[in-house]
């Protein structure tokens, strides 16, 4: 089994930043890839980045790119999302999830967190 733990959720005024991470432990998965999503009240899930598991390759999705940065730190069987230049609309409940990039753009990875909230008041 993998366990993820996110951490970093809070309050911020829009245009500031907050950073999440995810720790992994358990039976973790080096070569995996990692990401995040969010879901906000009343809304479907949403892709927000991945990463591969050497770093080199990241996604985003359209809503975020040049305002978050995914990266992650093997050693620690960490993945962190700095996310900048805060809105509202980023306003959800952020998981973090780990599988294969595949299967992470595709929206179904195996393994999920339990969540942690971020709210970006006007």
């Known amino acids: 089994q993998v366990q993820l733990v996110e951490s970093g959720g809070g309050l911020v005024q829009a245009g500031g930043s907050l950073r999440l991470s995810c720790a992994a432990s358990?039976?973790?998965?080096?070569?995996?890839?990692m990401g995040w999503f969010r879901q906000a009240p009343g809304k479907e899930r949403e892709f927000v980045a991945a990463?591969?598991?050497?770093?080199?390759?990241?996604s985003y999705g359209d809503s975020v790119k040049g305002r978050f940065i995914i990266s992650r730190d093997n050693a620690k069987n960490t993945v962190y999302l700095q996310m900048n230049s805060l809105k509202p609309e980023d306003t959800a409940v952020y998981y973090c999830?780990?599988?294969?990039?595949?299967?992470?753009?595709?929206?179904?990875?195996?393994?999920w967190g339990q969540g942690t909230q971020v709210t970006v008041s006007s």
């Open positions: 990463i591969s598991w050497s770093g080199a390759t990241t």
């Open positions: 358990g039976r973790t998965f080096s070569t995996n890839a």
């Open positions: 999830a780990t599988d294969r990039l595949s299967d992470l753009l595709g929206g179904l990875p195996d393994y």
